[in-house]
């Protein structure tokens, strides 16, 4: 039997979840990718595109095609930023709207799920070891340079 490690265990059930978001978001017209970055942008306000890639963890390469994408669906729109004549916010259309209340249902449902299926105690123990993970990956106590030749 092949030895079950975390970065398995993780990455596992993040392809699994992922294929399960990509099926249910056809059902919208949508990907994953794209509900995400709906979800990202403020509902309000709008966002600054400069502070969407860091918000999603994604490159700005892969996060200008997926915005490229939306705007041509007219999910968003660009407007200047009142604060920053250089920069620009992201809003949501009405359409844009629509479709971001759709992402959140389906998230909200899954986490719905999970939670009829997994104890309190579970649940706060799941969160407390992603808590702990990210922030050994964030203090670099896994690699560094002295650890690592």
Known sequence: MKELTIDYALRATWQAVARMYNEEAKNYGLTMAIGFTLLSIDPKKGTPSTALGPKMGMESTSLSRILKSIEERGYI???????????VLIHLTALGLEKRKDSKDVVLRFNEVVKQHVGD????GFFNTVDIINKLI????VYNKKTTN
Do not use: S
């Open 121 to 124: 105690d579970d649940l706060k």
């Open 77 to 87: 729109e660009r407007k200047p930023n009142p604060n920053d004549g250089r920069g």
């Open 138 to 141: 964030l203090d670099k106590k």
